[in-house]
């Protein structure tokens, strides 16, 4: 028998039957195969030789090998069939006939060896089919080494298998690779991760496999360091689609003492732009999910999941990032909202993300608008994977984000961008969120959504389009919102609704159907408020219909070349276009005849705003000019002449106001005063032989005066737009006069004023003649009111002031109409270029500070009478109230509703079923009711008494619907947000850039300016909003006026953008500054209270203001005030921070240097930001001396700061820290510091005025701003300063700070205590050495230490506005120390071991006095401090565990032991427990209460020297008893940082 046959029959009779040309038939089981063959050997040891030349000759041929590496057929129960048996997945059951022979030891080592040379025979003879790849012979040769039970010589085979690696090829060498690690053993690990490390330089192409294979191995920390550094070198040259593996490999290897570094230089090499950009010519037909950038975020993801080590180290790296903003942003970002959506690390997100949108603009790390937008149109797949978080985000940013802050234009930015470049799920997910905004009744929310639901539907209507049903469904709400929301959403529709018009399609139009019948519901309803969404609602569809761009007729048939079957289509759209715009128009005035005169003023103030904003094409421009226009000359205009015919004069009638004397234009404001009417005046100063008003006037409710200045805009804006802004067409307008009132005599005595009834005429008479100084009209003609001398002013006006009541009323609706006329006449003609127009519009608002002031004079002299004037009562603006809009606005004494011919009747006696059976009209305010209405009008009156009844006896004022209140007191007390607004053109005047010569340039008069500067402020404050403030959703409004909602009822600044306001600012803040200093100059030069500065006392500066009294100096005061409030804010205006706003920057800080001394404009131009930023400062600070209080000082050391934030990578605390003492004080912070100081210091008059947060503001800036130490000035005021007051002085001021004295101790105790955390949180701690470490610590802890003293000293009084501070800044200190100072004092444990236990038991001190104050909360029942003890435990018990921790790990637990807390009041004195003593010992290991006692050196021993000693011999001690709380410990520290 040979030896074939022999192995044979061995084989066989072990269990496997090999058959010629067939799979060998397995009738064992294998461990029983390997059993039998193993003893078989043992006995015969020539038959292991035979067997290995046996497997050699049946694997030498290459066409049946592969039956030997196959899995073997195994044989049936019954023997009479062959079957491969395999498992449900298809995986067959049997091994292979080598690997079988593989689990024998005595065959392994030669087997293992012929198959790795039988390996390179097939190299190069099977292809390169990947599909083929499964049946390869050398993929089913390395297959019969993976997952051996063990292997005999694995550094054998290891060695053999990477000297393999060295000459196959490069497909061969990906199969080896990644059967490595199922192949080797553990111990031969290191060996092949080197040779892999080296390879990834060398084969780039391997990269994949080789990372695959390393993560799968355990390989060294140095190793990993050497392949992560390869890698990362590769990024920029590597095939996007190895880009995902490269980044799983990076980060799943990385480890926390190198995830920074790490994560720092991938930022730098990973370029995502090129990524996308190469992905996109590669393949395009991949699934967006598939795409590189996808995978790469997916991996990305994956890790920042799973490790929180790389997630803290990111998010670090974030926010100290001081890099340009660069391809690394998007990375960031992404990053950003993957962490987002990981709950615990969603507070700390949003805090990164705040202060990245708060950037300063000198900053370059700023994420801005046009940044994200930009980002998320870049990487649209991206984001879509990342759409929750970012969704999530950009709600977060509407919600926190004030009015027009930069927040919120990054929320529109990211909503949009994401509109736009996201898919159908996106885009609706994105319409119901910001529906849900718009229906939260938050003002910001719903400020921002509306804007951003326009700006979708401007840039992306069709997109927008199939989602319209979440904007109407908000028309059910809009009766909520404000005018300019209103506004936003009717625009938004329009597009939407006239989409399919413009493009010429003939599609469905239910959309603008159904908003064509809901305005003109709301147009023909009975109350006011929804009056009013239907004007707005119907001029926003006019405007898309017959917009500028929506009708070009002309244009149209011009780009069809004269082609009429080109030009069809458009055409029809068009022409049907236009007629539903005049159908729009149409039914807005036949609404009006059904109305108010308010009602009709609020259209022309609505189709104004349209014309102003370019939203109405020339053709319809055209006829509402003709028609309004000829409406206004025929109702309002008159001549001398005219008015002669028209009243019963002795003489010439006498004209008020007028700038030109040969003008016969006369402006007849008494022809439709409607007090006049009431009171009979009309009939006795009006001619019998003139025809009536009424015939050519409809009969509408309320006075036609209230139309009046409304109607004049909309006549300005029309001629603008029509002949390229000139006024010449109506420039007598600016300087006709004002008939006031007719010659009534008024020395003839009067009934009372109660007992007058209106409509008897008999209460007045005629002047007998002109020039009697009985005539009323004589009185006020010509400039008597305005220009004459203050002295003689003030006597006709308190003689005025004693007129019977009737006719002051009367005179007030004059005056208040006339002061309307005027602002439009300045808002008209203050951009018009002219010499001549600029001299007289400076001379209407000089006119108009006085006619304000005689106005209000008037109203106070009005009030308490039965008759006080308010403009809502008297019909001249808009109802204030939801009230029905037809109930009537008589005079006082009159009845609210009259049957024909003149029967009174009283409302509450009517009852609302009697007037369904009357067959009688109704009169109200001289209207004609139906009496349907009059049931209505009726109805509305009982039900709303009731109510008006109740509130006055609750003593409460009745709310107005959200346009303030009505209450006729506020008009006397402040009229201002009663009369019509000045527009942005109105500001111009102030512009000193015009070419008009320094001698004929107009001067404003004090008052004047201040009118306008008044008008300014508060403009500038409702708009620009500041960085710092504004942002919560509590802040408190800025004062001033709210614009657009009483007199003006679409206005231009309530409805523009905060970019806009600032843009129409930039040109004229040059002159802001120039009237500050010609103010300065003029206050110093009459007062002589301040020193006036070099700069200001020239000889040479021009006059801007005239000064006719020494009186005038008071307006002046008030001009500088507004002035610096006004520059304050345009400096603190967050959206200077932008990047693209740059220019604007530039040009602010610009004008702000020129007004410096030695500095012009050649200069200027080549001046850096740096530079321009420290002559800003120095001109700033040199007009300092010349203000008089601290109000303003406090308002220039603002704009200091404000300035300063500008260049923050200027003058940095590196240089500081280089320079000398005296030059540090020269540095922008040393003089902020110096500066703050001295208004501390009382340098300036009117400090005890200061508001506590602005005792707060100069305390914090002198702190922080200090160029020396602030941590040393911190610990200065701790100690030093504020226990001065505590002290018991004569008068409780402390002579170190001469503002801190008892009664603004607080805010003091505030501004130091969050100073100090805040110099805590922001200290680099990382860069300190050890011994500088706990130096700064040990000034920490010290005045902690000093403020939770000062709270044992105060008495009662003090008490509780104090502790509550305390146990605030207490919370902040405490987890500053637990987040930031303990993890730095374990690294430096050891090394200064005596140190920080010293620091530790000082830092005890201060939570022994927190917990004190806790317990007082209790005692006092304090419930505002009480809300903060809670939280303030946790952060305490928090503490403690940290610091057992930080002794458990220095093996010191001896050192500290654990106990009940002793019960002490908030002076610190012991307090009798209520627990017994036994039971009290029994609990001492309690950890209900815990308290940590330091090991001191005092009470330990007195050699110093020995303590180290001493300390560890007590740790030696007392680890064995704290072994056993260990455990309790550790599970508490558990919970505590699940919470």
Request: net charge negative; hydrophobic share 40%.
């Amino acid at each position: 028998m040979n030896s074939s046959q022999r192995c044979r029959q061995a084989i066989d009779s072990c269990g496997v039957d090999i058959v010629e040309d067939g799979l060998p038939i397995q009738k064992a089981p294998s461990a029983l195969f390997r059993y039998k063959l193993s003893e078989a050997i043992r006995e015969d040891e020539d038959l292991g030789s035979q067997l290995g030349d046996f497997l050699d000759d049946l694997l030498s041929n290459h066409d049946s090998i592969s039956l030997y590496l196959d899995p073997m057929s195994q044989a049936q129960p019954d023997d009479t069939e062959l079957s491969t048996v395999t498992d449900v997945a298809g995986i067959p059951q049997t091994e292979s006939l080598v690997r079988l022979m593989l689990g024998v030891d005595a065959l392994q080592t030669r087997l293992i060896s012929t198959l790795l040379e039988k390996f390179p025979e097939y190299i190069g003879d099977e292809g390169n089919d990947e599909e083929a790849g499964a049946t390869k012979i050398s993929a089913k040769l390395l297959r019969q080494l993976r997952w051996l039970d063990y292997v005999i010589d694995s550094s054998g085979l290891t060695e053999k298998l990477l000297e393999t690696l060295g000459f196959v090829p490069v497909d061969m060498q990906r199969e080896i690779i990644l059967a490595l690690p199922d192949i080797i053993s553990d111990s031969d690990t290191n060996e092949v991760s080197k040779v892999l490390a080296g390879m990834l330089n060398e084969t780039p192409e391997l990269m994949l496999c080789i990372l695959e294979t390393l993560g799968s191995l355990e390989c060294s920390s140095g190793l990993l360091q050497e392949a992560r550094s390869s890698v990362i070198s590769q990024l920029l040259s590597a095939e996007p689609i190895d880009i995902p593996v490269m980044m799983r490999f990076l980060l799943q290897s990385v480890s926390s003492d190198v995830a920074t570094p790490t994560i720092l230089r991938i930022r730098k090499r990973l370029d995502l732009e090129s990524v996308v950009l190469a992905s996109r010519y590669q393949d395009r037909s991949k699934d967006i999910d598939q795409t590189p950038d996808v995978l790469i975020f997916d991996a990305i993801a994956t890790c920042l999941r799973s490790h929180k080590h790389l997630r803290d180290a990111w998010l670090k790296i974030i926010s100290t990032d001081t890099d340009d903003v660069g391809s690394h942003t998007t990375l960031d970002i992404v990053v950003l909202l993957i962490i987002h959506q990981i709950t615990t690390y969603t507070k700390r997100v949003e805090s990164i993300l705040r202060n990245k949108i708060d950037s300063v603009s000198s900053q370059p790390t700023a994420y801005t608008p046009q940044l994200v937008e930009t980002t998320i149109q870049k990487f649209p797949a991206v984001f879509s994977t990342q759409f929750a978080a970012l969704l999530s985000v950009s709600s977060w940013l509407i919600r926190t984000s004030s009015l027009g802050s930069q927040g919120s234009r990054v929320a529109q930015a990211i909503v949009v961008g994401a509109f736009g470049a996201m898919g159908m799920f996106q885009r609706q997910e994105i319409s119901g969120e910001l529906a849900v905004h718009i229906g939260s009744g938050n003002l910001n929310e719903v400020d921002t959504a509306t804007r951003i639901y326009l700006e979708l539907a401007q840039r992306h209507p069709r997109e927008l389009r199939p989602f319209a049903v979440f904007i109407k469904g908000l028309l059910d709400y809009v009766d909520n919102l404000s005018i300019d929301h209103i506004r936003s959403i009717f625009d938004t529709l329009g597009i939407l609704s006239t989409l399919n018009n413009s493009s010429g399609s003939a599609q469905d139009d239910s959309m603008f159907n159904d908003l064509y019948i809901y305005v003109r519901k709301q147009l023909s309803s009975v109350y006011s408020k929804y009056n009013r969404i239907g004007v707005v609602g119907t001029v926003s569809l006019l405007r898309q219909l017959g917009g500028e761009n929506s009708l070009d007729i002309a244009r149209v048939e011009e780009a069809a070349g004269g082609s009429s079957t080109m030009a069809t289509q458009p055409q029809a759209a068009n022409i049907q276009a236009l007629r539903r715009a005049v159908q729009l128009l149409e039914m807005l005035m036949d609404s009006g005849r059904h109305q108010s005169w308010t009602f009709v003023s609020m259209t022309y103030d609505e189709l104004a705003h349209i014309v102003e904003t370019k939203g109405l094409h020339r053709q319809l421009l055209t006829w509402l000019h003709e028609n309004v226009s000829s409406r206004f000359a025929a109702q309002f205009l008159s001549d001398i002449d005219g008015l002669a015919e028209r009243y019963v004069c002795p003489g010439q009638p006498s004209v008020a106001l007028s700038l030109d004397e040969e003008e016969t234009t006369v402006l007849d404001i008494f022809n439709h005063n409607g007090d006049a009417a009431g009171y009979g005046m009309h009939k006795l100063a009006k001619r019998q032989d003139q025809p009536e008003d009424s015939e050519s006037v409809p009969r509408l409710r309320g006075c036609m005066l209230a139309c009046l200045p409304s109607l004049l805009r909309l006549i300005q804006v029309c001629e603008k737009a029509l002949s390229q802004n000139s006024l010449a067409e109506i420039d007598a307008l600016l300087v006709c006069g004002i008939f006031l009132l007719p010659p009534i005599d008024i020395a003839t005595p009067r009934t009372s004023f109660v007992s007058l009834e209106p409509g008897i005429s008999g209460s007045f008479t005629i002047a007998d003649s002109s020039s009697s100084a009985n005539n009323a009209s004589r009185l006020l003609a010509g400039n008597a009111l305005v220009d004459v001398n203050e002295d003689e002013r003030r006597a006709l006006l308190d003689s005025i002031c004693h007129w019977q009541p009737e006719l002051r009323r009367i005179l007030c609706s004059s005056l208040y109409t006339a002061a309307n006329w005027i602002r439009e006449i300045v808002n008209a003609f203050a951009d018009q270029n002219t010499e001549e127009s600029r001299a007289r519009v400076v001379q209407r608002v000089n006119q108009l500070a006085h006619i304000e002031a005689d106005l209000e004079a008037l109203a106070v002299s009005l009030r308490g009478n039965a008759g006080e004037f308010h403009p809502g009562a008297a019909g001249l603006i808009p109802e204030l109230s939801d009230s029905l809009s037809a109930r009537p606005s008589v005079p006082f004494g009159g009845q609210a509703l009259r049957i024909q011919p003149s029967t009174p009747i009283d409302a509450q006696a009517i009852e609302p079923n009697e007037l369904h059976s009357s067959g009688l009209l109704v009169e109200a305010g001289g209207l004609l009711l139906s009496q349907e209405d009059t049931r209505k009008l009726v109805s509305g009156t009982i039900d709303m008494q009731p109510a008006e009844a109740s509130m006055k006896k609750r003593g409460r004022k009745r709310k107005s619907g959200g346009f303030g209140t009505s209450t006729t007191e506020d008009f006397a007390k402040s009229l201002y947000p009663f009369l019509r607004e000045l527009s942005f053109s109105a500001f111009q005047i102030l512009d000193l850039s015009h070419e008009h010569s320094a001698e004929h340039r107009p001067l404003l008069s004090p008052y004047g300016l201040w009118v306008i500067l008044r008008e300014l402020s508060a403009a500038v404050s409702s708009k620009l909003v500041r960085r710092a403030e504004k942002r919560h959703l509590w802040a408190s409004k800025p004062p001033g006026l709210q614009f657009g909602t009483l007199a003006t009822f679409s206005s231009n600044i309530a409805s523009s953008t905060a970019s806009k306001m600032f843009a129409n600012l930039l040109p004229i803040f040059p002159s802001l500054l120039a009237f500050l200093d010609c103010c300065l100059e003029t206050r110093a030069r009459y007062c002589h209270d301040v020193s006036m500065p070099d700069r200001l006392s020239s000889r040479n500066r021009p006059r801007l203001i005239s000064i006719d009294a020494p009186d005038d100096v008071a307006a002046v005061e008030q001009c500088i005030d507004l002035l610096l409030q006004t520059v304050s804010t345009v400096l603190h205006w967050d959206g200077l921070q932008i990047g693209s706003e740059h220019s604007s920057l530039v040009a602010i800080l610009s004008a702000l240097a020129r007004q410096g001394q030695h500095t012009d404009d050649e200069e200027l131009a080549d001046m850096e930001v740096s530079a321009l930023v420290r002559r800003s400062f120095d001109y700033i600070l040199g007009i300092a001396p010349a203000v008089a209080v601290s109000s303003r000082a406090l308002d220039i050391l603002r704009m200091l700061v404000a300035v300063r934030g500008f260049a923050p990578l200027y003058e940095t605390k590196e240089e500081v820290c280089c320079m000398g003492a005296e030059q540090r004080n020269n540095t922008m912070d040393g003089q902020i510091s110096s500066f703050a100081q001295r208004v501390l210091n009382a340098e300036w008059q009117g400090s005890e005025s200061l508001k506590p947060v602005d005792l707060e503001y100069l305390v914090a800036q002198h702190i922080t701003k200090n160029p020396h130490d602030s941590m040393q000035l911190a610990y200065e005021y701790a100690t030093q300063i504020l226990p001065g007051p505590l002290q018991g002085t004569a008068d409780g001021v402390d002579k170190t700070l001469a503002v801190l004295r008892l009664s603004t101790f607080a805010p003091c105790y505030k501004a130091v205590s969050q100073t100090l955390a805040a110099l805590v949180q922001n200290a680099k701690l990382n860069e300190l050495s050890g011994s500088d470490l706990l130096q700064f610590c040990s000034v920490v802890v010290d005045a902690w230490m000093e403020l939770c003293r000062i709270t044992q000293k105060l008495n009662q009084s003090m008490q509780r506005s104090v502790l509550h501070l305390a146990l605030r800044s207490g919370y902040t200190m405490t987890d500053v120390f637990a987040k930031t100072i303990i993890p730095r004092l374990d690294a430096c444990f050891f090394a200064h071991r005596e140190e920080v236990v010293a620091v530790l038991q000082r830092m005890q001190k201060c939570t022994r006095i927190l917990q004190s104050i806790c317990n007082h909360s209790k005692v006092s029942k304090d419930t505002k401090l009480q809300s903060a003890v809670p939280q303030t435990k946790r952060k305490l018990e928090q503490l403690i565990f940290q610091v057992y921790m930080l002794m458990s790990n220095n093996d010191s637990l001896g050192a500290i032991d654990l106990g009940t807390l002793k019960h002490r009041d908030v002076h610190g004195q012991l307090v009798g427990s209520q627990i017994p003593r036994d039971q009290l010992e029994s609990d001492s290991e309690s950890l209900e209460s815990l308290d940590v006692s330091m090991a001191s050196e005092s009470e330990q021993s007195e050699d110093n020297a020995a303590a180290p000693q001493r300390i560890t011999e007590k740790a030696r001690r007392g680890n064995g008893r704290a072994i056993g709380s260990r455990n309790k410990i550790g599970k508490r520290i558990e919970l505590l940082q699940r919470r």
